[in-house]
């Protein structure tokens, strides 16, 4: 079977190249990839090369497939997993695969460390350990990039589980966000943060008040006609979004929407250090504050109130991705149409837009860059989409499907993409 496929050789040496893959073993599984997502994390790993911790030493004469965040369609099944698993099948995949074996476990993950396993490639073989660990998920969606988007999704459900409360007297945690407690999402109108505002109001452990921070009005109205205050209502949250720039004391403003009590739940969606203390000044008594935007500079630090950590019990966590039990829950939510993803896709791609768009992810602005790996099209923003189609007729047809869906990619558009794009 061949594949076509990008892979890593070096420091920012990524190719797009066609190659056999070896029969399966009995304990794989061949499977076809439709969707992949760009994450920062693959452009880390292009960037470092062999100084990543997850990629190996020896890229430059076996290269690995890159791409961590994808979806597709089972193929053929290995003799071991034929009860379990089946031809045809959609599937998502956990790439954290993080099973234990010594004092520090195994950092090896589909997508940096594998030589035919990974998103960016039309067929992979699943290696044994996938299936051993529970990392195959089935994915039972209407539309393939939200199986893509899963992982990302997987991250915030992560987030709102490592949140934790205290009882007096007691040394036991009592994990998650305060439900029909108060929450704020500072910097919350990015695509993670749209997609942690989804999950707040439909999650089955809601906050009573959910309050959006950002400093750009353009991009809070945006939020705001995609989560609106009214459909919030109906699922029991009091959703309020709030320019911290246009107000004088953003933190005296903040704590008001409270009654001065002040946050149970506080995320931070920006490496910003002055985010940073307003969430530490916004917390209640017993207040949680997760640090849920990963710097790059690992000397990242921010200013902490520790008589507040001392006296009014307020903490600090942080997360660096989902488990495999988050996973399963964005794939469960997603087939039953509790939450789309589709809020954190600005670009859509093909495979030959993916060498570029990863070497060049903080350059590009917006969300998600969203990848089918079996067509040939450059990364286009779902905004240019119209202009685009004054002079292509597919563009032309996807801008007036994305009309109906309020700019927002669909599983409409992502059927039209496949049956009418050109072909890799």
């Known amino acids: 079977m061949k594949t076509k496929a990008v892979r890593l050789y070096g420091k920012k040496d990524l190719r797009l190249e066609e190659f056999e893959l070896p029969a ?13 997502s760009i994450c920062m994390s693959s452009y880390k790993a292009a960037a470092q090369g062999t100084d990543h911790k997850r990629v190996p030493k020896d890229i430059d004469k076996n290269p690995t497939i890159i791409g961590h965040e994808f979806c597709g369609e089972i193929v053929e099944v290995g003799k071991k997993w034929k009860k379990q698993f089946k031809d045809g099948q959609k599937f998502s995949i956990q790439p954290a695969i993080n099973y234990e074996q010594g004092p520090v476990g195994v950092l090896s993950a589909p997508g940096y460390s594998y030589q035919h396993i990974g998103g960016d490639a039309t067929y ?10 529970n990392c195959l998920l089935e994915f039972k969606g209407d539309a393939f990039f939200k199986g893509s988007l899963a992982e990302p999704m997987s991250c915030i459900v992560g987030a709102f589980h490592a949140n934790y409360h205290t009882t007096p007297g007691s040394y036991e945690h009592a994990m998650g966000i305060v439900k029909g407690g108060s929450m704020a999402i500072l910097a919350g109108v990015g695509p993670m943060g749209l997609g942690a505002i989804d999950y707040a109001i439909h999650c089955d452990r809601k906050p009573a008040l959910l309050v959006v921070t950002d400093i750009d009005d353009a991009r809070l109205a945006r939020a705001a006609s995609i989560y609106t205050v009214a459909e919030a209502k109906k699922n029991g949250v009091d959703l309020r979004y709030v320019n911290t720039k246009s107000v004088a004391d953003p933190v005296a403003h903040l704590r ?7 946050f149970n739940d506080v995320f931070v969606f920006a490496p910003v250090a002055p985010l940073v203390e307003q969430g530490d000044k916004i917390l209640a008594h017993d207040g949680c504050l997760d640090f849920f935007a ?24 942080g997360t660096s991705g989902g488990n495999t039990n988050d996973m399963i829950e964005s794939l469960d939510m997603m087939g039953r149409n509790k939450i789309d993803p589709a809020t954190m896709v600005t670009h859509v791609g093909g495979m030959t837009a993916v060498v570029e768009t990863t070497l060049h992810l903080p350059e ?3 969300g998600k860059k969203l990848i089918y790996t079996n067509i040939d099209m450059p990364l286009v923003a779902i905004n240019d989409f119209a202009s685009k189609g004054a002079s292509d007729p597919l563009f032309k047809e996807l801008a007036a499907i994305v009309s109906k869906t309020n700019g927002l990619w669909s599983s409409e558009s992502e059927r039209y993409l496949l049956a009418n794009a050109k072909k890799l």
């Open 24 to 36: 399966i073993k009995d304990g794989e599984i061949l499977a076809h990839i439709i969707s992949d």
């Open 256 to 262: 008001s929407l409270t009654n001065g009590n002040g």
């Open 364 to 366: 590009i602005p917006g």
């Open 124 to 133: 992979i073989i699943i290696p044994e350990e996938v299936m051993t660990h």
């Open 294 to 317: 990963g710097p790059t500079d690992a000397n990242f630090s921010a200013p902490f109130n520790f008589y507040n950590v001392h006296y009014a019990s307020t903490h600090i966590v």
